[in-house]
């Protein structure tokens, strides 16, 4: 029989049942059967909707909820568009990249939906060794947090190995991460940022405090690449000044040593280093000694680098001349106090003299006839007794006696009782040898033209002209001999001060500075060193002769050509000194 056969069977049979059924009368309680069946299927339907409804309801709600919750509610950070906020790329003047944003990870819990944070922490402890364990655990543990950190910043190999482990409920966040290629070379000019990459100090603040953090807050940054910041620094020169100031240390056996290099008539800064320093891109390892900034954030009694200012002073006013002579031939004694001479020549000297041999007893005559308004009045202008302005924000200010009474004002003549940043002696010994003017520093790009906007003329011209004679003599024949360069003509000012120790002047702890000008004949450049408390100078001293000034002639010896700056010699190839 076919298929078709069998159906046509089938549904004569049924035909047949179906009229004896009516014969019979028995289609009345099937009717009442299936309109049972039917109503019942109806209310199953009608449940089914109901449900369904019900659960798109619940699941419609908890979606509403949260696109309207605070994001704080959460989590603990700031939305992903603002984590992944560009800083912008910090250069020096060439270009290159001292600072830029890498693209990392960090990794994230939700605990309401770790099954088991037992195995979690386990786990994750074999890819992160150093986690702290019994912390993660007390984080994953919580089931009604929704969010929490649980390592910043990972590297891509730790991120591969951590989904690896297929923990339910553990995330990656994107994020930005700050690199210094640099390493520590300019760390206290670019300072450095917090994990959630905004500025801590540094550059990195001051680009912070330009407007960036207030649009971060905001959430008005965003992924972008940002215009890079170029700063006046040359990382070569940088380069340079950090290798002498941390050999410095280290040679010297020193508690701390610095070096900058300032352009004199734009007032840009091409490199600056302060030993001991960090690397900014780990600055915990250094937050013991080498936060400190000691070039701008540290106030040190600058000793006898003081007395080219107390010089050039008492020149300006008109009170004294290069051709005057002054009593040194005995100490002075001041209200309980003596005054004497550490290279003590017992005679009359001239004031180039006086300069020459770093006489006290005889700068202590020449600022008595300055007079200690008059003194005031002129290290005010100089920049020495107010608030150094700089873009920067670690800067300190400097210290002064309340009341300045005789005493004060010979002590501070020779660079004692008044406590100043090395960066902003060396400003000011910059406006003594350009001219006479006094240009704030800058670490940002700065021509002559933006200089002389906010110059301030603080000397005359002839004193400028005074000042620099006396740089190059004291270069030939003073102490400033171990600083000469051939054929760059090196000029400046040794100062060996004694530190303060519990109240009292100590002799076997000295603070060196070497405050130096190049090429003296028509000065660039001004460089200042520094090497606080040496214990293992050149030939066996620790005065600034020995210290400071070698690393003033380091630093020029191996920076100048790069700067630019020609040598200049003599027909026999002998170093050629300009007379004026």
């Not at 047949?16 to 209310?43: C, D, V, W, Y």
């Not at 568009?81 to 693209?103: H, W």
């Not at 912390?135 to 690896?164: D, E, M």
């Not at 066996?540 to 400071?548: E, K, V």
Request: glycine share 10%; proline share 6%.
């Amino acid at each position: 029989m076919s298929f078709l056969s069998r159906i046509m069977v089938l549904k004569s049979q049924a035909h047949f049942s179906a009229g004896t059924n009516n014969r019979l009368g028995g289609n009345r309680p099937i009717e009442g059967s299936r309109k049972k069946k039917a109503g019942q299927a109806k209310s199953r339907v009608g449940l089914l909707i109901v449900g369904f409804v019900a659960v798109y309801c619940v699941i419609g709600g908890r979606l509403v909820e949260y696109a309207v919750r605070d994001p704080d509610v959460v989590s603990s950070i700031l939305p992903p568009d603002r984590l992944m906020a560009s800083r912008p790329d910090i250069l020096d003047r060439n270009g290159e990249v001292m600072a830029t944003d890498i693209r990392t990870v960090s990794l994230f819990a939700e605990p309401n939906k770790v099954v088991d944070p037992d195995e979690a922490v386990e786990k994750l402890a074999t890819v992160l060794p150093d986690l702290d364990m019994k912390g993660t655990y007390k984080k994953l543990a919580n089931r009604t947090s929704h969010f929490a950190w649980l390592r910043r910043q990972l590297t891509p190999k730790q991120q591969s190995q951590i989904l690896a482990l297929g923990i339910p409920g553990i995330g990656f966040r994107p994020e930005k991460r700050r690199f210094y290629p640099g390493g520590a070379t300019a760390a206290h000019i670019l300072g450095y940022v917090n994990i959630d990459n905004r500025g801590v100090a540094g550059m990195e603040k001051y680009i912070d405090d330009q407007g960036l953090a207030d649009l971060a807050s905001v959430g008005m940054t965003s992924d972008q690449p940002l215009e890079p910041v170029r700063l006046s620094i040359d990382v070569r020169v940088q380069n340079i000044v950090r290798d002498v100031v941390v050999n410095a240390v280290k040679n010297y056996e020193a508690k701390g040593a610095g070096a900058v290099i300032l352009d004199i008539h734009t007032g840009e800064v091409l490199g600056m280093a302060s030993a001991p320093d960090f690397d900014p891109n780990n600055p915990l390892e250094g937050a013991k000694e080498g936060w400190l900034n000691r070039m701008s954030n540290g106030t040190f009694e600058m000793g006898s680098t003081f007395k080219t200012f107390s010089l050039a002073m008492a020149l300006d006013t008109g009170k004294v001349s290069l051709n005057d002579s002054f009593d040194a031939t005995q100490p002075i004694r001041i209200g309980g106090f003596t005054i004497h001479d550490f290279h003590g020549q017992r005679r009359w000297l001239t004031l180039p003299e006086v300069f020459q041999y770093s006489s006290n007893v005889g700068t202590a005559r020449i600022i008595d006839i300055v007079g200690i308004d008059a003194q005031k009045d002129y290290l005010t202008k100089l920049g020495l007794l107010t608030k150094m302005q700089t873009e920067l924000p670690e800067v300190k200010m400097p210290s002064q006696p309340k009341v300045w009474k005789k005493i004060n004002s010979v002590t501070i003549s020779f660079g004692h009782g008044v406590s100043t940043t090395p960066l902003q002696t060396a400003v000011a010994g910059a406006a003594l040898v350009n001219g006479g003017k006094l240009i704030e520093p800058t670490f940002l790009p700065r021509n002559r033209e933006q200089a002389d906007e906010v110059a301030e003329v603080v000397v005359k011209k002839t004193t400028s002209d005074d000042v620099r004679y006396l740089f190059k003599l004291n270069g030939i024949k003073g102490s400033g001999r171990n600083a000469d360069v051939p054929g760059f003509n090196v000029g400046g000012k040794t100062g060996t001060a004694d530190k303060v120790v519990n109240g009292r002047y100590a002799t076997n702890l000295n603070f060196n500075a070497f405050l130096a000008a190049f090429p003296i004949d028509d000065p660039k450049y001004v460089v200042l060193t520094f090497c606080d408390e040496p214990h293992n100078g050149e030939k066996g001293q620790n005065i600034a002769a020995y210290t400071a000034a070698p690393m003033v002639k380091n630093i020029i010896a191996r920076a100048a050509p790069i700067l630019g700056v020609e040598p200049k010699f003599g027909d026999d190839g002998s170093a050629m000194l300009v007379s004026y």
